[in-house]
């Protein structure tokens, strides 16, 4: 988790004029943006915006084709990140023959976290009941949280999570938000890509996304505010049809 050293070293993560095609289409043009450490920034946008192609970029497991990505002060995909960063995907990445349990002891042998961290983790995603199940018969929603409590093993950095409430009842997302709020607290970067704009209201800072460029780079307050409305989407809206962004990267550093 961070120390006073890291929180004196700026932005977590620092992107600047990012281009990315994919399959020879442009996706991302010349994006920059800055993650402030030890925040929940919320990743908003439709369909095919670019979130995706972006968290990809930012955990280096996506070819880009110029541009610069520097993660905890390392460019992204760095072997030195492995451990530091940790990637959510959409699909659940979980062994189906293996039982909950088995799989978080698996992947926390793979990352050299302490043994007490499988535990933690299962208690943390609230896995308990579930624990000695085969993944492969669990609903969505629960392999889902396997993956999440895979990311929390060895106490990562920066966690970068694709739609990590996607298919979780009303209560389990309230009780994920809530955790999410307890790592920022000790330190760790979200950055959460999200449908759902009532969840955006949980974050400390927004970056709504549109056809691969930003349209926002606010506090929530701050995104309310330049739209004149209390309901973020609407607020999106209202940004998209004034085809004017709100970027104000450098309240960064404030909590919302
Ligand atoms: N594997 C791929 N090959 C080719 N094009 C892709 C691939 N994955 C995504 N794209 C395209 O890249 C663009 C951005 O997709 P991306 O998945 O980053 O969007 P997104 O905002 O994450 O969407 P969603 O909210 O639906 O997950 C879209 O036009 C999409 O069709």
């Not at 399959?23 to 010349?30: K, N, S």
């Not at 209560?171 to 704009?197: K, P």
């Not at 349209?215 to 209202?238: I, K, M, Q, S, Y």
Request: net charge negative.
């Amino acid at each position: 988790m961070m120390n006073n050293a890291d929180a004196a070293a700026g932005p977590a993560i620092i992107v600047r004029d990012l281009h990315v095609r994919r399959a020879g289409t442009p996706v991302l043009h010349g994006l920059s943006v800055d993650v402030p450490r030890g925040r929940i920034v919320g990743l908003l946008g439709p369909s095919g915006s670019g979130k995706t192609t972006l968290m990809r970029s930012l955990v280096g497991v996506q070819v880009v084709d110029s541009g610069t990505i520097e993660v905890l002060g390392l460019p992204a995909g760095s072997a030195a990140l492995r451990s530091r960063v940790a990637y959510v995907t959409q699909q659940a990445s979980v062994y189906d023959d293996l039982t909950v349990r088995q799989n978080l002891a698996f992947f926390r042998r793979v990352l050299g976290a302490p043994a007490s961290d499988v535990d933690s983790v299962i208690e943390r995603t609230d896995l308990g009941s579930v624990e000695g199940r085969l993944a492969g018969s669990l609903s969505g929603g629960q392999r889902g949280r396997v993956s999440l409590a895979a990311a929390l093993l060895g106490a990562p950095e920066v966690l970068v999570l694709d739609e990590p409430t996607v298919g979780l009842d009303p209560v389990l997302r309230v009780e994920l938000w809530e955790l999410f709020h307890r790592l920022a607290e000790a330190g760790a970067t979200l950055l959460v890509s999200s449908h759902v704009m009532d969840e955006a209201k949980r974050c400390d800072r927004l970056l709504l996304m549109r056809d691969g460029a930003l349209l926002a780079d606010d506090t929530v307050p701050g995104v309310l505010e330049a739209t004149g409305t209390d309901d973020v989407e609407t607020a999106f809206l209202r940004l998209i049809e004034r085809g004017v962004p709100d970027l104000h990267p450098e309240t960064g550093s404030e909590v919302a």
